[in-house]
């Protein structure tokens, strides 16, 4: 997990507000399977060394912006105040945004503009599996016993592997690779709400860990050559051919 401060004054839209006051989780998790398509290349976090006040985030947002366009072989589409630095950059293709990566950093006036990958800014850090196991569920609601339900209820404590749909709809099998067991609750309460005075249903699904164990380690290392050069020397005596089956042609016809 990454700590660092956030001013979220800069993104709220004109007229709204932020509601303070309830005691919410400090912290909760989401697990998201699969591989994401790579649609946002060309998108960047450029930050500043010596950070700036929050009045003067703007004026520098519009000031880098033509900063780059005069100084680099770059077309800047976008540029919005970011949390993870001084703006999220939009720029014409990923060949641009990795220009301006092998040229980070990039002296500006008194600053030192930092570019990182949309997802490789400050909020990102690495993140242990520790367990694989079965999750099993027990009265999971028919209706939602559907892969994207399933793999919803799993995300704030794991990764779906593969769910086993069987004909038994007395319980729901998940094989999943957790965060930590101790994510995994006891009893998991799915609600469906409407917008029709706030009115909706919620039903409590025991939940219990089968069979866990550790995840796959990770290969070991390429073994070096050997000296004599052959990584497969033979083991043991090896004859040329079956000393026991005719030689030939009809041999290998057969």
């Not at 008194?110 to 367990?131: F, G, M, S």
């Amino acid at each position: 997990m990454a700590n660092f401060p956030c001013n979220p004054a800069l993104l709220v839209p004109q007229g709204l507000h932020i509601d303070h006051g309830w005691q919410r989780p400090v912290r909760t998790w989401v697990a998201l399977g699969g591989e994401p398509p790579r649609r946002h290349e060309q998108f960047a976090i450029l930050a500043l060394e010596l950070e700036p006040t929050q009045q003067q985030i703007p004026d520098l947002l519009h000031e880098v912006f033509d900063f780059l366009q005069q100084d680099f072989p770059v077309r800047v589409l976008s540029a919005f105040p970011s949390p993870l630095g001084l703006g999220l950059y939009q720029f014409e293709s990923q060949v641009q945004r990795e220009s301006l990566l092998e040229a980070s950093p990039i002296q500006f006036g008194q600053w030192l503009i930092h570019v990182q990958k949309h997802d490789e800014a400050r909020n990102l850090r690495a993140c242990a599996y520790t367990r694989e196991s079965w999750i099993m569920f027990l009265g999971f609601p028919l209706d939602y016993q559907l892969l994207e339900f399933v793999r919803a209820v799993v995300a704030p404590f794991g990764r779906l592997l593969n769910w086993l749909e069987g004909p038994n709809k007395s319980r729901v099998l998940a094989k999943c690779l957790l965060l930590s067991p101790e994510c995994v609750p006891r009893s998991l309460v799915i609600s469906h709400g409407t917008l029709i005075g706030g009115a909706g249903r919620s039903w409590s699904v025991p939940v219990f860990i089968i069979n866990g164990q550790f995840p796959d380690v990770f290969p070991q290392d390429e073994d070096p050559v050997p000296f004599y050069g052959n990584p497969h020397p033979g083991n043991g005596f090896v004859n040329d051919a079956n000393p026991n089956a005719p030689q030939g042609w009809q041999h290998e016809l057969h």
